[in-house]
């Protein structure tokens, strides 16, 4: 597979330049600047590198790129005359069969959310295909080239849940990290006890059932080489032993898998901590060995200074979810903190029954203006340059694969995506990354490459029937503007009760 | 003009069901629920509504709206089949113009900010109908029916950039309230002096001036009955006199006319208006007169409970517009208190410069799960229903026009839009509104009628062409990834020490 895009816009220290960006095999073989770059400053008006007729064929370039193999005749060239080329970003934490609740869940907080998706989670594997597949158009087409799916496992068909997933990724093209979720206390567990006693009913799988399941899938599926790459990833501090963590960190170590998990995403979580351990939650991580430079952890909300320290000392990666994190009333992670510690932090949507949305475009805006209410010192503020680097190879610093994507690189992987600057919601023409990360983009993805394989063609995904898609999802769901979960109506007033809600009941 | 939209899905009390709109004139004249009706708990699966075919022409529907006029053979019909019909959105505080500058101001608070924009702000009318043109396209396309725009005035040609922008919504058929933006101060005395003791240039145009060019500015464009309206809209407490303020009042009575302004966008806003007046804005303007229920406020971040209680007192109405409050680092606006106080709130995507988009959906969302974060009750938080209503209504009383829009309701003028359920953004089927409100709608919006005329069809704009729209701002703008405002660096190290911000310069 052997492909240039020409003439396509890509950022440069200096603002932006037109390049030709070749592709051999999987990999950009060579990124060459056309003559006289697009916008050294002083600008001039006119634009003769940005106007000069696109590349139509028999004829090289006038910059002919270095690779000169053999099939230079016939190869395909791509024209990127008014688009921009950026590194594909990497949706780093989601939860993909959450897409089957999506806009259902009325306003709750995480504790009392989470048990109501559980009461309605989907059972079939045939489902998790589906929003696997839902969750990989919705990612492509908001920029995004890899998925990092923290999976929900259907209880009696693990592994038959997971495979669901990786054909649905395999099938679509996107590069995916697939976490299964697990657990080893049941979800009562989460909530601090406060001075109530609770009793939690034993969870449904043994630790050691759950590490051996784990074992097995890694053995199965983790193909990084096909696109499919397995995460250890226990929920979180609230629902998991010290035993199921230390199983991780091995098999992590035996496989050189990474780390993902939850961590401190609400305040009940963080009381929780201190009454499971008494000591925070990341002192805890940081003493059993989970925190590493290959360990990525959603939300991060609730850590203090010291917690932020240790994440900087660990090399852990922080994924923003802010959007999730405002729907359930989770709070404002401290991400300008986390980025002055020199922590690493990237971006993900979350699951979409907390979100409502895959659209990694919108989380990335969320995630880079929200903070601004924080700090007043708006010289820490993230600029719009910031939020691609974090969205790109900041996701790939968490997946400890910054050598191989994450860039526009020379020899780093072809995950990349071209945007449609004459789209209304890019115009008028200013500062293209500025209206990208701080605009509403609307079907303003023309192209995405995983792996150095086109996956989307002028907006639409070529690997997929989408409107088949479609109607499956149709078809196997219903309207509906009412339900009831059976377990937020049995723990609320507990939840209340140690949150010191008013009136708890 | 006479329509019906057959097989629609509606919200009503109990849920949802589908029914039979039909239109008169520009007004709605019936709403005939089909029987059985959708979605009538228990749900038993199966739905004949909604699954039988559409009315197709000759046959008449099955529950024959009341009106039987002389057109009845030759009526036309839609199909509202899988559709979601809702009261259309009010995009109730923008600036058109700032458009041509989204994604290109780099992060400030608004007193920089600001300088910033009017360092570039657009000089040619022609400009001011193409902007006026884009927003109003994006906020058809995200839900809006209607625009209320704090219009930037070109110096010297003041009636002919309000011209410009009648011309653009006139064109293209969306309701316009026009409030020009207008000031007698100068743009440093928009910030707390401190003890600085600087002074202000004398502004370009007179308080006398100013007053009558409204009047002569109402006289020529207030025409309701064409879809626009005039508003009285000095800028704010920040550059604008009494005398100003108070002949706005003047105006806004006796042409019975609705009144704008910003209030307390910033801390520094709120640390002037002690300087200036020795009490808060929201006393200074109820002392005034110009707090009244035809008179809304954009912002409201930076009141305390004695402004909300004042604000409840007059009848005012609320503009929350989160985006831009995240992106200038403005604040939270405390809207559950408004809320439990009973103050009206309604959306606004602000100016394209501080957002940087004109999706009315992204404003309603972020907006109705912001505070979700400063108030740990999550029975006080706005639920997807309550989000429709008050943009739709709400919008709707913050314009002295609750009787005449903001809801499906016989008699009211037939502003609505339909919205298709079968966008994969919109899918699996779960609560239709919470989709909406809650997801990220992309190519959800079907149709749009104004005043009872469609004017998208199809998720396109009929009365315009949006692709010569598309290539006038291609033309008229270049790409660029920096500049220079020297108003900004001129007011930032007072900017600094004023608000305390480290090391000052």
Redesign the interface.
């Known amino acids: 597979m052997s492909f240039t895009i020409q003439n396509a816009?890509i950022?440069v220290d200096?603002?932006?330049e037109t390049a030709d960006v070749q592709v051999v095999d999987n990999c950009i073989s060579a990124i060459a600047p056309n003559n006289p770059p697009?916008?050294s400053?002083p600008?001039q008006?006119g634009?003769p590198a940005s106007n000069s007729p696109a590349y139509q064929g028999g004829n090289p370039p006038s910059n002919p790129p270095p690779y000169q193999g053999g099939d230079r005749g016939g190869q395909t060239v791509i024209n990127g005359k008014n688009k921009l080329l950026l590194p594909g970003f990497i949706n780093a934490h989601t939860h993909s069969s959450e897409?089957?609740?999506?806009?259902?869940i009325?306003?709750?907080?995480l504790e009392?959310w989470i048990a109501e998706l559980y009461d309605f989670t989907p059972l079939d594997p045939e489902q998790v295909y589906l929003?696997a597949l839902?969750t990989a158009?919705?990612t492509l087409?908001s920029g995004g080239t890899s998925v990092v799916d923290h999976l929900v496992l259907i209880p009696g068909q693990e592994l038959e849940t997971i495979a669901a997933a990786v054909r649905a990724y395999q099938e679509i093209g996107i590069r995916a990290f697939i976490g299964p979720l697990i657990q080893d206390e049941s979800l009562t567990a989460g909530m601090p006890a406060g001075d109530s006693g609770i009793e939690h009913a034993a969870y449904i799988r043994s630790t050691k059932a759950t590490l051996e399941l784990m074992e097995t899938a890694i053995k199965q599926f983790h193909t990084p080489e096909k696109g499919v790459n397995m995460l250890l990833a226990p929920t979180g501090i609230q629902l998991c032993s010290d035993a199921l963590f230390e199983g991780c960190i091995d098999l992590s170590d035996r496989y050189n898998l990474c780390r993902h998990a939850h961590l401190l995403e609400t305040?009940a979580q963080k009381q929780l901590a201190y009454e499971k351990y008494g000591c925070s939650a990341v002192e805890h991580l940081q003493k059993i060995g989970y925190l590493s430079p290959r360990t990525s952890l959603a939300h991060c909300v609730w850590l203090d200074d010291s917690d932020i320290a240790i994440m900087a000392e660990t090399g852990a990666t922080v994924v923003h979810n802010p959007?999730s994190?405002?729907?359930?009333?989770?709070?404002?992670a401290p991400i300008l903190k986390y980025r002055q510690a020199g922590v690493n932090v990237s971006f993900g949507c979350d699951g979409?029954a907390s979100?409502?949305?895959q659209?990694l475009l919108?989380a990335i805006k969320?995630g880079s203006?929200?903070h601004?209410?924080t700090?007043?010192?708006?010289r820490q503020?993230?600029?719009?340059r910031q939020s691609v680097e974090m969205a790109s190879l900041g996701g790939a610093k968490g997946l400890n694969l910054a050598d191989e994507m994450g860039s526009l690189t020379v020899g780093k992987k072809a995950d990349f995506v071209l945007y449609d600057?004459?789209s209304?919601?890019?115009?008028?023409?200013?500062?293209?990354?500025?209206?990208?990360i701080?605009?509403?983009p609307?079907?303003a993805v023309d192209s995405v490459w995983v792996n150095g394989k086109q996956i989307v063609a002028e907006g639409k995904v070529k690997t997929i029937d989408?409107d088949a898609?479609?109607r499956e999802?149709?078809d196997?769901?219903?309207?509906?503007?009412?339900r009831q979960s059976q377990t937020v109506s049995e723990i609320e007033a507990h939840y209340r009760k140690v949150?010191n809600?008013?009136g708890y009941s």
Chains 1, 2 share one sequence.
Not at 99 to 104: L, N
Not at 375 to 378: A, K, R
């Open positions: 816009l950022p200096s603002g932006y697009f916008n400053p600008y008006g634009n897409m089957w609740q999506r806009g259902i009325p306003p709750l907080p009392l929003s839902g158009v919705e087409l305040p959007l994190n405002l729907r359930l009333g989770s709070g404002i979409a979100n409502d949305s659209d919108e969320i203006i929200l601004n209410i700090d007043l010192d708006y503020w993230i600029t719009p600057l004459t209304l919601s890019l115009l008028p023409r200013t500062d293209p990354i500025g209206l990208l701080l605009g509403r609307t079907n989408v898609l479609r999802l149709f196997r769901s219903e309207w509906t503007s009412k949150m809600l008013q």
